[in-house]
């Protein structure tokens, strides 16, 4: 018996789907447009936080010996840095090594520093340092400087200040086009409910005088607005997944990303996610809007 009332309940749902044509047709195209809005801010956001995250293993904070330093120093001058936080991986560069990285920096003209060697090599030797978290970049150098023996600190702070600054835009620009996104689709899908309900409320009326309750006359709506929104959230994902490849294939073969080394995300890669918040937010959605909508003509 409850197996045939669930049956009747998303049977009447569906068949309200699709027998209000127009009024479903519109508030898909509508609901289609706003997620997409919002998936290309979400894909944005997730390539910025890879980039960052490419960008960490990659980024490095010099920090210079001073010259006078014993071997003994060097060592707790390393000990130390090794005991900061958020500290990936630390190298130690000799002096002899960064005149020869300097050497193969100037290719041919690399024989104006043959006279640089040994007592005369102007070059210091440093530790090269990696952090896991960019955003504590100048924590650490501030840290760092206070230590014995350090001679100079260098690091790509505007670089690193510039993308962190874009990755924060780019979440609360994300977490804004939600709330809209939110606010939207829930009032398109109570107002095309609504349309529903507004013509079929003789018969609600008749199925509450014969004693229906509540939840049993609201369900169809329900699942008709779930309907909407799933299927509005499979629309956009094929959608964007096209729309993502196309640009992001353009992107990647630019000369601009072949310079700087740098690989964006591929939609397989956020699929999975994109589909439980798509999904996710379908069902939400849609259940909200349609209770909504329905309150005007149930007992709450």
């Known amino acids: 018996m409850k197996y045939s009332i669930f049956g ?20 898909l195209i509508i609901m ?6 919002f998936g290309i801010f979400f894909l944005i956001g997730e390539n910025v936080n890879y980039i960052m995250q490419q ?23 390393e000990a130390k840095i090794k005991e900061l936080p958020y500290i990936n991986t630390i190298e130690y560069v000799s002096q002899e090594e960064a005149l020869n990285t300097m050497k193969s920096w100037l290719g041919e003209d690399s024989s104006i520093l043959d006279a640089y060697s040994g007592e005369d090599n102007p070059f210091k030797a440093s530790y090269k340092i990696t952090l896991t978290d960019l955003t504590k970049t100048d ?16 690091v ?3 670089t690193i200040n510039k993308l962190i600054d874009i990755a924060n835009g780019i979440r609360t620009a994300t977490g804004v086009i939600l709330v809209l996104l939110i606010l939207i689709s829930v009032f398109i899908i109570a107002n095309t409910i609504k ?40 629309i956009t994902i094929v959608i964007l997944g096209f729309t993502y490849n196309f640009i992001a294939d353009k992107i990647s073969s ?8 740098y690989n964006l995300l591929t939609y397989s890669n956020m699929l999975s996610m994109l589909f439980v918040v798509y999904i996710g937010m379908g069902i939400g959605i849609g259940a909200v809007g349609s209770a909504i909508s329905m309150r005007k003509y149930l007992e709450v």
């Open 55 to 77: 960008v960490q293993g990659i980024q490095e904070m010099n920090v210079f010996i001073n010259p006078e330093a014993t071997a003994e120093q060097e060592k707790e001058l």
């Open 139 to 154: 924590e650490i150098k501030t840290q760092i400087s206070t230590f014995e023996n350090v001679a100079k600190i260098t």
């Open 195 to 234: 349309l529903t309900v507004h013509a079929r409320r003789k018969e609600i009326s008749i199925m509450k005088y014969v004693g229906a309750t509540n939840g049993f006359i609201r369900w169809p709506f329900i699942v008709e607005g779930i309907l909407i929104g799933i299927i509005s959230a499979i």
């Open 32 to 37: 289609c447009a706003t997620m997409f809005i």
């Open 254 to 261: 630019s000369e601009v990303m072949n310079v700087m080394g």
């Open 8 to 27: 009747y309940l998303i049977g009447e749902g569906f068949r309200n789907f699709f027998k209000n044509k127009k009024s479903t047709a519109a508030s």
């Open 156 to 158: 790509g702070s505007d």
